[in-house]
């Protein structure tokens, strides 16, 4: 199983950037993929996830309506949309996965199976 989080960039705050999680060993239609982020000297935060199959999701209150999570099936690619974005969404984010079904919630994120490298995301001015 591999985990690729990518997409992570400096942005100001009220931007927009777009992660993308591929996949690989994997099918969306068996696994949860689900989004964390750890901020310098904080725990890691399971902020949003999404169901195998036909995709159910979750979002942490810290991120809800802000970010939207969806799936490619086709290029079993999970993407994290973030619009609105606050100086205190700054945290390295990483994807994670787990056979199953559901939505995982935040605390069931972080104890995901698989886990991909992270990628850095900045909100400053």
């Known amino acids: 199983v591999q985990l690729q989080a990518f997409g992570g960039g400096l942005v100001q705050p009220g931007g927009s950037l777009r992660l993308s999680c591929a996949a690989s060993?994997?099918?969306?239609?068996?696994?949860?993929i689900g989004w964390a982020r750890q901020a310098p000297g904080k725990s890691r935060e399971g902020v949003s996830s999404i169901s195998s199959g036909e995709g159910s999701t979750y979002y942490a209150d810290s991120v809800k309506g802000r970010f939207t999570i969806s799936k490619d099936r086709a290029k079993n690619t999970v993407y994290l949309q973030m619009n609105s974005l606050k100086p205190e969404d700054t945290a390295v984010y990483y994807c994670?996965?787990?056979?199953?079904?559901?939505?995982?919630?935040?605390?069931?994120?972080?104890?995901?199976?698989?886990w991909g490298k992270g990628t850095q995301v900045t909100v400053s001015s």
């Open positions: 994670g996965a787990d056979i199953g079904v559901g939505a995982p919630n935040s605390v069931a994120i972080l104890g995901m199976d698989y």
């Open positions: 060993g994997i099918s969306l239609d068996s696994y949860a």
